[in-house]
């Protein structure tokens, strides 16, 4: 039997495309109240007329979750409509290229406000709705690169870690009220921003070639699914998973357990 999140009300950020859409689709079977917030509009669109049989299980705000004044008043509104939030699952991101030469400022603050401060941001809102139920769930989607590195990745991957920090952090001051938060480190998920990444890396090759060549660097031989991710954050709001907090839980094929130097074998 499937876990059943009936009653319960779930803000999914970044929730129009990628592992955001993933998420919001895996609460959904789940039977949740779904609310996504993103700042694509037209992605937003499709996903409401996609859902629009749920009626007011599934709803979205046009949010820029890096701005506080447009974050404040989507949870206000969340909160006005449904009464309740019970779990924040905070996928909106973007990766950035550069060396810590080359990454301008400009690059690395865009990079933090997207990556981090939003996520300081809505559970700093959400929280104190939550405190007041004494329970809920925050999840946020760091990522492996958060623990281990590659070439010109300078101001994703310090982002990446300083979100595995705020996740402890948080958890230490919010179990007190039965609030959890939890991390979420995925290897390589197939997303518009993946696919876009491997375009930009493909030389001759095509991008279904480079996605199959970073598939096989894990040792499962595939990158994930973005409805793999959305398991296991619903898992993370569930009350299964009710004595689970400050974790960072890697979700990468393997990937961060192999050593790079690989011996012939089986
Ligand atoms: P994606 O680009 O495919 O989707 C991200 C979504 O977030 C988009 O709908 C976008 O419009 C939205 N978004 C971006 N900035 C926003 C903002 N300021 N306000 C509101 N919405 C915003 O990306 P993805 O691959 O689904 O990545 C989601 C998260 O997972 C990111 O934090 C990313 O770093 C992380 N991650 C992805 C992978 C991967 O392989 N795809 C691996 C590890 C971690």
């Known amino acids: 039997m499937g876990i059943d999140l009936s009653g319960k009300v779930v803000i999914v950020t970044g929730g129009a495309k990628g592992i955001g859409e993933g998420c919001v689709q895996k609460f959904v079977d789940a039977n949740a ?11 937003l669109k499709n996903q409401a007329s996609k859902y629009s049989k749920l009626e007011s299980r599934f709803s979205s705000h046009l949010v820029d979750v890096s701005n506080e004044a447009q974050v404040k008043d989507a949870v206000s509104k ?38 981090v401060k939003s996520m300081f941001l809505t559970a700093k809102h ?17 990522s492996v690169q958060s623990l281990m590195s590659q070439k010109t ?4 991957a310090a982002s990446k870690g300083a979100i595995n920090s705020l996740t402890r952090a948080s958890a230490i001051d919010l179990a007190i009220d039965n609030v959890r938060v939890n991390a979420i480190l995925p290897g390589s998920v197939d997303t518009p921003m993946l696919r876009t990444s491997a ?3 493909r030389g001759e090759k095509s991008v ?15 990158i994930a699914k973005s409805s793999e991710v959305g398991d296991l954050a619903v898992f993370l709001v569930s009350a299964e998973s009710a004595f689970i907090t400050g974790q960072s839980i890697a979700i990468d094929g393997g990937l961060s357990i192999q ?8």
Not at 34 to 43: I, N, P, R, T
Not at 153 to 156: E, G, L, T
Not at 208 to 222: I, M, N, T
């Open 78 to 115: 969340v909160q006005e409509t449904y009464g309740r939030i019970d779990g924040l699952i905070n996928c909106a991101g973007i990766q950035t290229y550069g060396s810590v030469v080359d990454t301008t400022e400009e690059i690395w603050d865009k990079t933090f406000n997207v990556n």
């Open 33 to 43: 109240t779904v609310v996504s917030f993103d700042l694509d509009g037209s992605s």
């Open 126 to 142: 959400v929280a104190p709705i939550m405190i007041a139920q004494k329970s809920g769930s925050i999840v946020n989607i760091s």
């Open 153 to 156: 990745v300078v101001a994703y």
């Open 199 to 201: 375009d930009m890396h």
């Open 259 to 266: 050593v790079p130097v690989i011996l012939p074998g089986k």
């Open 208 to 222: 279904e070639e480079v996605l199959s060549d970073w598939g096989a660097g894990h040792p499962l031989g595939r």
